[in-house]
Nanobody
Framework: VQLQASGGGLAQAGGSLRLSCAASKRTVSGREFSSHVMAWFRQATGKEREFVAAVSWGGDETYYADSGKGRFTISRDNGKFAMYLQMNSLKPEDTAVYSC???????????????????????WGQGTLVTVSS
């Protein structure tokens, strides 16, 4: 396993959770962790996978789906080969399995549209379940 997500669980509406995604080593399939744009996607039962947030290679730029804008904060620590998603003001509709992903995006401009395209991500971690009760 190259990417591993953790931190999911049960939260009440209005509460917070912090998800983590850790690479098992400095490189992901031979490429430095810091060479990958990292993102979170989620999939609720019976629904399609949807983009949540992404962070650029160095962590200086972030991109959010409208659903999490203003409530979620994505960040990364390349020194620890890790990425995080701080989720505040949780809503029942945030209930889903959250998966982390990494993609190289070489030569590509980063924006919400490009980072939200799951086909650009080659490496995926297993999901972590987030359940928000009302």
């Amino acid at each position: 396993v190259q990417l591993q997500a953790s931190g999911g669980g049960l939260a009440q509406a209005g509460g917070s959770l912090r998800l983590s995604c850790a690479a098992s080593k400095r490189t992901v399939s031979g490429r430095e962790f810091s060479s990958h744009v990292m993102a979170w996607f989620r999939q609720a039962t019976g629904k399609e996978r949807e983009f949540v947030a992404a962070v650029s290679w160095g962590g200086d730029e972030t991109y959010y789906a409208d659903s999490g804008k203003g409530r979620f904060t994505i960040s990364r620590d390349n020194g620890k080969f890790a990425m995080y998603l701080q989720m505040n003001s949780l809503k029942p509709e945030d209930t889903a399995v959250y998966s982390c992903a990494g993609g190289l995006f070489e030569g590509m401009d980063l924006n919400v549209r490009t980072t939200g395209d799951f086909s650009q991500y080659r490496y995926w971690g297993q999901g972590t379940l987030v359940t928000v009760s009302s």
